[in-house]
Each structure stands twice: as structure tokens, then as C-alpha cells.
């Protein structure tokens, strides 16, 4: 694949940091909250034979991997860490895109289970007391667990210690588990295309933790809630009635037919694609 300028940015400075200073080799580590979660988790996966692990604190796991990531992970000890049920982004970022809301909670249960599953990785999955969009403030207690383990210990070894009194947190080796949303279920419909274009977007962002909050707006106007798909059906009867309705309809229902949906952005890639194709050529 081509060349990530971060990923090489990271190989410069370690390069760089080596040539003036001594560098314990079998102590490097990478952590990162929000967007520096993000890029924590493309290094731990293109980088583990560099690094002893790290921490993903509130980062996306989607689309952190490449053609060079390896299907099995090096030995890495490896926290993922999260604010809570409420840890949740709003607002500008400094390029001026606006997010109404992103959860990051499924993103880390996605992280968890993968690097859970890695067999030479020590995996650790700790969840805030409700402090939101944050690290959390056990600094002392990450530094302790990730330098007792360097580069190459199993991880089959890792006894977890006890997190510091009155810590907001609990720290567990088990993946993190998230049961999926209930299911949206569209009412069938006379008019051909309408149950299946909004059974794909049920499917594919009502019940997917991490894009629906970001489409909250907009599947509210096409008339979803949380558990009815009904408005979205009557919406789409009242109002589809050109050619060039009939045609994203049809093609919407073509894809609906093959998707396979599930969690993360990753998961919502069926609904993308189908919109990108059918609404292409008709953006009225």
C-alpha cells in the first residue's frame, strides 16, 4: 500500500530520538486520546514489531488498519480505555468539520475484542466512571503496568494490579462486550423499493452505535426513531413518485437484498456505498 506520512513521521522520530539519546528498545510505547486514539491503534497495528504496546484512549479502531498490518499481532501489552457510556465528541474540529455527535463506546468494544483475540497480545480494556470524552487520571498506574512488561513478554503473564483507591475507573482483562441495538423492522409496503431502502438504512445506522448518533438529524427527517422504521416507510410512500425515484428505489433495493451490516463505520458501509451509487446520477 502506499506510504502513511504519520506512520513515517513515527519511524523518523524514533530514528531521529535513537541518534541522540539512548532508547530502551524493549520499552516503546504509544498512546493517544480521541483523534490520538485513532492513530494510536494504526501504529499498534503496523507497528508491533517496534512497540511493547500502548494505549488507545477514546480512538476509532475503524479503518486503522493497512496492507501492511499483519494478521498476527508482535507480543504488545495493549489498554483500551474509554470514558463511560457517555463518552461522546461534539462540536468543530479545527478544520471546520462539524460533528453533532460521535460515540465512542462501540469503537472501543471493537478494539477490545480485536486486540483480545491477538494471541501474543496482553490485552486490558478499562472503562471511566462517567467522566465523558476524557483520559482517565490513573497515569501513575499505566506507567507501572506497561514498563513491568517490555517487549516480548508473554502475554499470557500479565497479572492485573489493583487500580488506585477512589480511582474513577475499572480495569479488566476480559474484551468488552456490547450487545447490539434491538432490531428495526420495516413494514412492508405497496410501493416497490420503500421497505428496502429503509430496512438498508435501519440496518446500517439506526441500530449501529457509532454512525447513528452522527445521522441522528438526518434520520430523523427521513422518519426514523430509536425502534420505528414506520415514518420512513410512510415518508417514502407519500413522496416518491418521478422516474428518477424509481430508479434510486430500485437500485436501493438491489443493494438492501446483498448487505451485510454490523457495528463501527465499517458496518455502515453497505448503506454508504448504495447511497453513493443510487444517488450519484440523482441528486434531487
Known amino acids: 500500500g502506499s ?7 513515527f519511524d523518523r522520530l524514533l530514528a531521529c530520538t535513537s541518534a541522540h539519546f539512548h532508547v530502551d528498545r524493549t ?5 493517544g486520546h480521541s483523534a490520538g486514539g485513532i492513530f494510536t491503534n494504526r501504529l499498534l497495528r503496523s507497528r508491533s514489531s517496534v512497540l511493547a504496546g500502548g494505549i488507545v484512549a477514546s480512538g476509532v479502531f475503524d479503518l486503522t488498519g493497512s496492507s501492511e498490518t499483519p494478521a498476527e499481532l508482535d ?6 480505555t474509554w470514558g463511560g457510556d457517555n463518552d461522546t465528541y461534539a462540536g468543530t474540529t479545527p478544520g471546520g468539520v462539524h460533528v453533532p455527535s460521535f460515540s465512542f463506546v462501540e469503537q472501543a468494544s471493537i478494539a477490545s475484542k480485536h486486540y483480545a483475540a491477538q494471541p501474543n497480545v496482553a ?27 517490555p517487549k516480548g513478554t508473554p502475554g499470557s503473564s500479565l497479572v492485573l494490579p489493583s487500580l488506585p483507591s477512589g480511582a474513577p475507573a475499572r480495569c479488566e482483562t476480559s474484551p468488552f462486550e456490547l450487545a447490539p441495538l434491538a432490531p428495526v423492522a420495516c413494514r412492508e409496503s405497496p410501493r416497490s423499493g420503500c ?20 445521522l441522528a438529524q438526518q434520520l430523523q427527517t427521513l422518519g426514523f426513531t430509536s425502534r420505528s422504521c414506520g415514518g420512513c416507510v410512510d415518508r417514502c410512500e407519500r413522496g416518491a413518485s418521478s422516474e428518477a425515484d424509481d430508479a434510486v428505489l430500485g437500485c436501493l433495493k438491489e443493494h438492501q437484498a446483498d448487505a451485510t451490516c454490523g457495528p463501527g463505520i465499517e458496518g455502515a458501509f453497505p448503506l454508504v456505498v448504495a447511497v453513493n451509487v443510487c444517488c450519484g446520477a440523482h441528486p434531487d
Open 123 to 149: 490485552h486490558v480494556r478499562c472503562r471511566g466512571e462517567e467522566i465523558r470524552h476524557a483520559w482517565l487520571p490513573v497515569n501513575a498506574w499505566f506507567i507501572d503496568v506497561l514498563l513491568a512488561r
Open 27 to 31: 520499552r516503546i510505547f504509544a498512546a
Open 3 to 9: 506510504e502513511n506520512p504519520d506512520v513515517t513521521l
Open 195 to 214: 421497505a428496502e431502502a429503509c430496512q438498508l438504512f435501519a440496518d446500517c445506522a439506526v441500530e449501529n452505535r457509532t454512525v447513528g448518533p452522527v
Open 75 to 80: 507480543p504488545m501489552t495493549v489498554i483500551v
